[in-house]
């Protein structure tokens, strides 16, 4: 099996391998990858369930990346350059994912993004770099950078952004790593190739592809409960496309503390969303500046691209208003453009789309073999459902009644995916919430009957197909399909229709090899009637696999210990114990089992050799990958070291004005208070010398330069800083040194007197002489050595280094602290109670003090009169 078929049955096998690998994850991040934005959100113990914000505190994340001057922008910013730099700002990728390069959505794409999409080397869309970008980045082993960005790279690009901003929140020391995805229900297994290779591209582990519907679902129920089972529409008008969802949420358990949610049918429109009306009105601004102004600009890439920005805005704006003013400076050749565009105009262009948009609940309702009559209510979500003449027509299709606005349009795709993403690490406890999920296309199997000995007219095999997935099977199902054969053979896969258009139907290629070879080795072991099963899976996010083939027979012969010896090889436990191979259940329920004493098996299994093939749009292959991801990997190495050059460069600058500043202040600031003219003039000179090599050598300068020269000044303010400090924290150091020797005082009066009442009456204290002789002692010592250097401070000159640190203070009042409370903790030896010790009293002494010397219990009052003694 090869690597790359390796991580598809990974994938395939979503619900076994990878949810015991994820249970050691903290973190999960979901994405709500979208044409025009991403939404995302963090899942992490004992952080807030929410989404993740932007450089600029925004919840949604423009899904664009461009270059300028070599730097990579990301979001709103990388989209605003568009205006600017065309073929330096690349975004709405998600409709080049997985498609070959002649598809029909290649020139639409085109139609409004002046891009260069050209055939890659597996002839999947690639797209030309711009000159910016194509200064930036690894080259390959050759030195030669690569002309083109495959989309998926630059779909990794966008994701790794977000994990950026997903590590920031988390945490640096924190692991973002496992990554939910969300995509269309109408997703292809070619376009989820290729989301998956941009997942892994960004260095992410992809835990699930969870339909975007079923998201939404997801998040529907999370704060509800279904005693009575509820069919809904989740209906997503989005940038790029329509999706309609009819889904059943029923409760389950006695308590109804879990929810199943069972999609019935999907319908969609690939290409009916918020872009096709964008497109539509950016035409109605290019005919209008046509006209006033007797020019072309539809091959001017900077025009066009103000204007496209320029209908989005005019879009939102005649979703609240009735009309809107356009104003746009210098389109083309500095003409500026202004005009008026009513909602009324922009619906009647428009107007061909309504049906568009209605039509995939009708064809969702019809996969589901359902009525409107048996639907609760129509799930809004998508930024286009907001548009008042999409709002319009589903009202008139549906009933105003049925449309529901209860969940957020914008966060519910990605609130959903964070939540599943957490039922798949047993790190997190949530609300048990069950989703059933369905292929969206036919999925058929073909294969070549075998030939048979005696058939000498040469005439070529029939070909077998048979239906692997009907449209509407459930994710997760998994098929064992049996074959009695001789011979090695292949299984292809492929859709019984196209799922888009020029898009072909061809999936998998699926080698089984091995066969002769194992069924001689079976019938040398005494197996009969051999057979070949193929496992098969759809697995629950979308993908098509042949995880296992095997071998099995039936065994004849009970004494067998000796030729399963043989052919396992001599010596070998395989045998002997039984676990000859792992069987699927799937397959065989009568598989081996262990014994400590040899055992007579029942049959038989032996794995086969499962190779796979692309025979159409193939995803990236191993090598590939790596190259990407290395170059991916240089790029953000490269823009961090950057980034920390600005960062030191700032600082020193930032730096160099507060010296400035400092050494001009008046003479009653502290720093020339503090500080002596020597000190001042030797920092002087260095500023000075500092400052002439900023702005004389600061662009050619490498960031430990910068270190350097904010070293070599700090070196000489650091001492002054100093000198301020200590001076400023010496009261309260003072302060705090008085207190605990005013309280080892107070003490040792109290326990000395306890100790003459105690002596008298015969009774043991619960204080030595000795131990009270040993806290005086300490006491006289901090004293005698605390008055000795206040006084030499009091002497000391303003501008000078203080001769006692407050740091010095504090540990030796800390000594004396220590001493104290070991006695003031100390518990009393028990006595009989005789009578007696009555002279003796209680001795009340804070055990904790903050430094102010604010003791716990202690009034105003005291505090006062303390302070007044002190």
């Known amino acids: 099996m090869n690597s790359f078929f390796r991580r598809l049955a990974i994938l395939s096998l979503l619900s076994i391998s990878l949810f015991s690998s994820s249970t050691l994850a903290t973190t999960v991040l979901a994405i709500d990858y979208g044409s025009d934005f991403i939404k995302a959100s963090l899942i992490k113990p004992g952080a807030p369930f929410d989404v993740l914000l932007d450089k600029d505190s925004k919840r949604k994340i423009r899904s664009s990346v461009a270059w300028k001057n070599g730097e990579r922008l990301f979001g709103q910013d990388a989209f605003n350059l568009a205006t600017r730099f065309p073929k330096d700002s690349y975004s709405s990728l998600k409709y080049l994912l997985g498609v070959p390069a002649n598809a029909d959505v290649i020139p639409y794409y085109n139609s409004f993004a002046p891009l260069a ?64 995805v969300t995509v269309p229900a109408f997703f292809s297994q070619f376009e989820r190739d290729a989301i998956a290779d941009a997942v892994e591209l960004a260095g992410l582990r992809l835990l699930a592809l969870v339909n975007d519907g079923a998201a939404v679902a997801i998040n529907y129920a999370m704060t509800r409960q279904f005693p009575q089972p509820e069919r809904h529409i989740v209906y997503d008008a989005g940038a790029a496309s329509t999706r309609a969802t009819v889904a059943t949420f029923a409760g389950q358990g006695k308590k109804q503390d879990a929810t199943v949610i069972t999609v019935n049918g999907i319908g969609y429109d690939r290409l009916a969303g918020g872009t096709e009306l964008d497109r539509r009105l950016r035409e109605v601004l290019v005919e209008e500046f046509e006209h006033k102004h007797g020019v072309g600009i539809r091959d001017d890439p900077k025009a066009m691209m103000k204007l496209w920005k320029e209908a989005e805005r005019l879009k939102a704006i005649l979703s609240a208003n009735t009309e809107a003013s356009s104003r746009v400076e210098s389109v083309f050749n500095d003409i500026d453009f202004s005009t008026k565009v009513t909602r009324q105009g922009f619906e009647n262009i428009c107007a061909d789309m309504n049906l568009r948009f209605v039509q995939p609940i009708y064809d969702a309702l019809d996969n589901a073999n359902l009525s409107l009559a048996d639907i609760d209510s129509v799930i809004l979500t998508g930024g286009a459902s907001r548009i008042p003449m999409v709002r319009a027509a589903l009202a008139a299709a549906v009933g105003e009644e049925k449309l529901a606005m209860n969940v957020n349009s914008d966060e519910a795709a990605v609130l959903g995916a964070a939540l599943h993403g957490a039922t798949l690490s047993r790190q997190f406890r949530t609300k048990n919430i ?118 099995f027979a039936e065994i004849k012969d009970d004494s067998l210990a000796g030729k399963l010896k043989g052919l396992f090889g001599d010596g070998s436990s395989s045998a002997e114990d039984g676990s000859t191979s792992t069987v699927d259940p799937s397959v065989s329920s009568s598989a081996p089992k262990a014994a400590k004493t040899p055992a007579t098996p029942k049959d038989l299994t032996i794995p086969l050799n499962v190779t796979v093939k692309f025979p159409s749009v193939a995803p990236m292959g191993l090598e590939q990958k790596r190259e990407a991801r290395q170059r991916l990997i240089k790029m953000e190495a490269e823009e961090a070291s950057i980034a920390a050059r600005e960062e030191q460069r700032n600082i020193l600058e930032g730096y160099m004005y507060k010296i400035r500043d400092l050494l001009e202040s008046d003479s009653q600031h502290p720093f020339v208070r503090h500080s002596q003219e020597s000190e001042r003039r030797a920092l002087s000179r260095e500023l000075k010398d500092v400052s002439s090599w900023f702005h004389s050598r600061a662009d050619d300068a490498q960031t430990k330069d910068f270190v350097e020269k904010r070293t070599s000044l700090e070196a000489l303010e650091r001492p002054i800083v100093h000198r301020i400090k200590e001076l400023e924290e010496f009261p309260q150091a003072l302060n705090v040194s008085q207190m605990w020797n005013w309280h080892a005082r107070l003490f040792l009066g109290e326990a000395r007197e306890n100790l003459t009442a105690e002596e008298r009456a015969g009774t043991t204290g619960r204080f030595a002489k000795t131990e009270l002789d040993e806290l005086e002692k300490a006491l006289r010592e901090h004293e005698t050595w605390l008055n000795e250097w206040v006084e030499k401070q009091k002497a000391m000159p303003m501008n000078y280094d203080p001769v006692i640190e407050t740091g010095e203070m504090r540990k030796r009042a800390k000594e004396l602290e220590t001493h104290l409370q070991r006695l003031v903790q100390k518990k009393p030896p028990r006595v009989r109670p005789s009578g007696g010790g009555g002279n003796s009293r209680t001795i009340q002494v804070p055990l904790h003090t903050d430094e102010a010397g604010k003791s716990e219990g202690e009034s105003p009052s005291e505090r006062t009169s303390r302070h007044e003694e002190l």
């Open 434 to 551: 069950k989703i059933s999920d369905i292929a969206p296309y036919d999925v058929q199997v073909s294969y070549l009957a075998e030939a048979k000995s005696t058939d000498a007219s040469g005439a070529s095999p029939r070909t077998i197909t048979s239906l692997a997935f009907a449209k509407g099977s459930r994710t997760g199902t998994r098929k064992t399909l049996t074959f009695r054969r001789k011979n090695d053979f292949s299984l292809a896969f492929s859709y019984k229709e196209p799922p888009g258009s020029e898009v072909p139907v061809e999936l998998l290629d699926v080698r089984i090899s091995g066969v002769a070879e194992v069924l001689a080795n079976i019938t040398e072991a005494g197996g009969v009637d051999p057979v070949i099963k193929a496992t098969i899976l759809f697995s629950d996010s979308g993908f098509v696999s042949v995880p296992e083939a095997i071998a």
């Open 117 to 180: 999409v050209v055939p890659s080397t597996r002839f999947t869309a690639a797209i030309r770099k711009g000159s910016s970008s194509s200064s930036r980045g690894a080259g390959e082993k050759n030195g030669a950078a690569p002309a083109t960005w495959d989309v998926e790279e630059l779909v990794a690009m966008q994701l790794a952004y977000v994990r950026a901003l997903a590590v920031d929140v988390a945490g640096r020391g924190e692991r973002v790593q496992d990554v939910v």
